[in-house]
């Protein structure tokens, strides 16, 4: 077989770099969905083309040799600069992914427009985000940048500008007697059923976002396990009379049910809506989104 020695082969090196940081093969192997077999062929193809051994291997350690550590040194910012050019490539083709909590999509409509005239060939798609899983399609890239509500302490997301404040209101029955009042407050809340978070939540806006588990007096708040995981299936549960959610004035502008009412409520904070991006390899068109939130 006759080892054309100029050509490079992406694959060969991927491997070489992945060992390089690795210095395992069976990590190797795992990380880049080969098989073992598969990444000793690429290396052994690699070092037949370059016309020495780059790794020592022994039964307990891999490592590279000078010669392995002088070609790491010359490729890497090169195959660096290969992905990213990749990455920005195919960020362009998908364009910029905006994830939202249902009641809360409009707190970017002008920002978006601005950010389309300015960039006028670049793709914008709004992607809901399921409550069960808020920073799930985040972190597996599935969108660019979340609106989100606060608090968000997550030591992988970036937490950025705000977008908007919303006071608090109480979804309620109209059946209830206390829709018909003007306004609610925490206290009253010890006299019903609140629909908690679901279990996927976390843990900081599960505490921050829904009411405490006893009103400032000390009465106990009666909490429902958090069944309800869309905006329609937490209204038809409020609707029934047995339940309420503690909500923002946000969500009557965007879901409704004939039989709800939507009472204001004190003595809660006011919901704040922020932006939330990766803290690892964030698009660059979604921190221009930030800037332009930043400048408005």
């Known amino acids: 077989m006759i080892v054309d020695v100029n050509r490079v082969d992406p694959a060969e090196m991927e491997v070489f770099l992945t060992l390089a940081e690795e210095l395992h093969f069976g990590r190797t192997a795992e990380r880049l969905g080969l098989s073992q077999p598969r990444v000793s062929q690429l290396l052994r193809s690699l070092e037949r083309r370059v016309g020495r051994r780059l790794v020592e291997r022994t039964s307990r350690r891999v ?4 010669l392995g550590e002088h070609l790491l040194a010359g490729v890497r910012p090169a195959f660096d600069d290969l992905r990213r050019a990749f990455a920005a490539t195919r960020a362009a083709a998908l ?5 939202f909590l249902g009641p809360y999509v409009t707190t970017l409509d002008v920002p978006v427009a601005h950010f389309r005239d300015r960039y006028p060939d670049y793709a914008v798609s709004l992607v809901q985000v399921p409550w069960t899983d808020i920073f799930g399609p985040l972190r597996r890239a599935e969108i660019d940048i979340q609106i989100c509500l606060a608090p968000v302490r997550q030591p992988d997301l970036i937490v950025g500008p705000q977008l908007a404040i919303f006071p608090r209101l109480l979804a309620i029955a109209r059946s209830h007697p206390f829709a018909a009042r003007p306004r609610l407050d925490i206290e009253d809340l010890a006299d019903l059923r609140v629909i908690g978070p679901n279990a996927n939540v976390p843990p900081e ?5 829904w009411p405490p588990s006893t009103t400032p007096s000390g009465r106990p708040i009666p909490r429902d396990s958090g069944t309800a995981c869309t905006e329609p299936e937490m209204l038809s549960a409020v609707a029934r009379g047995d339940r309420v959610f503690v909500t923002t004035a ?5 879901f409704s049910h004939p039989d709800v009412a939507f009472v204001p409520l004190t003595g ?29």
């Open 63 to 66: 490592a590279l040799n000078p």
């Open 95 to 99: 364009g910029l992914r905006i994830g």
């Open 205 to 209: 806006f599960a505490d921050e976002f």
């Open 250 to 254: 946000a969500l009557p502008t965007h």
């Open 268 to 296: 809660m904070p006011d919901a704040r809506v922020l932006l939330v991006w990766r803290r690892d390899n964030p698009s660059a068109h979604a921190t221009e989104l930030a800037r332009l939130v930043a400048q408005l």
